[in-house]
């Protein structure tokens, strides 16, 4: 009997280790299962990612060709670009150097016309001077011919008295000869030596000689102012000239008479051309030179 209680408790013990051990075995294959599932699970989260870096490789090989695409095209429109900025920099220094031509040009032409204008402006000034000394010519013109009409009547009134001044002339001479009748002996002898000799030296140092002309100058001045037909000339001046020129003796009178013989109203006349040739001369002094 106890035998039988030993083999019967060692059963039960066998029995519970059996039912211990199935307990584990299942609890170990329930851990399997569920390893195997997580494995299951990892290998569908590896196969997935694996799938999706593929993906993502595929998406950057192509990110990567379209960017180096893109990068050709950039490099392409970069050299493109350059290449335009190399013309367009050509072209502004053209641009540049024609318009500093064209400065150039326009003070060239500024120059050009400030000096026309300057030109026109001295021609205007120079116009309107020969306009006014036109108009003074005019003037001196129309004064010169008044003043040459006025001669020209006095010249006919002269030579309308012609036939009486040579009667008062060969008056005058007869008086003189007379004067000369009542000279001295020597006077005479002295008047009847001038044929010979130096003739300046001889009459200008006589006196006889200078007497006998300072009576026929007076007289002859004495009869022209009575008539106001004297002019005013030095007697001194007039014996110069009679010396000078070797007048003989019997044409004495009548070389003074031409002297101081002065038609009416030829000092005035005379005069007044004088003056407007004066004032012509001073203008044409004074203008300045072109």
């Known amino acids: 009997g106890a035998g039988g209680g030993g083999l019967k408790s060692l059963t039960e013990r066998l029995l519970a280790t059996k039912e211990e051990l199935q307990a584990q075995l299942a609890m170990l294959r329930e851990e399997a299962d569920a390893s195997r599932t997580s494995l299951d699970a990892r290998e569908l989260q590896i196969e997935q990612a694996l799938d999706a870096g593929a993906t993502r490789e595929q998406k950057a090989h192509l990110f990567v060709s379209s960017m180096q695409s893109r990068l050709e095209r950039a490099a392409r429109l970069m050299l493109a670009k350059d290449e335009a900025l190399a013309l367009a920099t050509e072209r502004l220094s053209k641009t540049l150097d024609a318009l500093h031509a064209a400065e150039l040009e326009r003070d060239r032409?500024?120059?050009?016309?400030?000096a026309a204008r300057a030109a026109q402006a001295a021609e205007r000034s120079r116009a309107q001077a020969l306009y006014q000394e036109q108009c003074l010519l005019e003037d001196?013109?129309?004064?010169a011919s008044a003043a040459l009409d006025g001669y020209r009547?006095?010249?006919?009134?002269?030579e309308s008295r012609t036939g009486e001044d040579e009667v008062r002339i060969d008056q005058l001479q007869e008086?003189?000869?007379e004067l000369q009748g009542h000279m001295v002996h020597g006077s005479v002898d002295a008047f009847s030596s001038l044929g010979g000799g130096n003739?300046?030296?001889?009459?200008?140092?006589s006196?006889?000689?200078?007497?006998?002309?300072?009576?026929s100058f007076l007289l002859l001045k004495t009869a022209l102012a009575a008539q106001g037909t004297m002019a005013n000339v030095p007697a001194q001046d007039v014996f110069d000239e009679i010396v000078q020129n070797q007048v003989p003796l019997e044409e004495w009178?009548?070389?003074?008479?031409?002297?101081?013989?002065?038609?009416?109203g030829e000092r005035s006349?005379?005069?007044a051309l004088k003056a407007a040739a004066k004032t012509a001369g001073a203008r044409r002094a004074s203008r300045p030179a072109s």
């Open 175 to 177: 008086t003189i000869k």
């Open 153 to 158: 009547q006095a010249v006919i009134a002269a």
């Open 253 to 264: 009178p009548t070389y003074i008479f031409t002297r101081i013989f002065e038609p009416r």
């Open 140 to 143: 001196d013109l129309s004064t």
């Open 207 to 215: 006196r006889v000689h200078f007497l006998y002309f300072l009576s």
């Open 269 to 271: 006349e005379i005069a």
């Open 109 to 114: 032409f500024g120059e050009e016309s400030a």
């Open 199 to 205: 003739f300046a030296d001889g009459v200008a140092g």
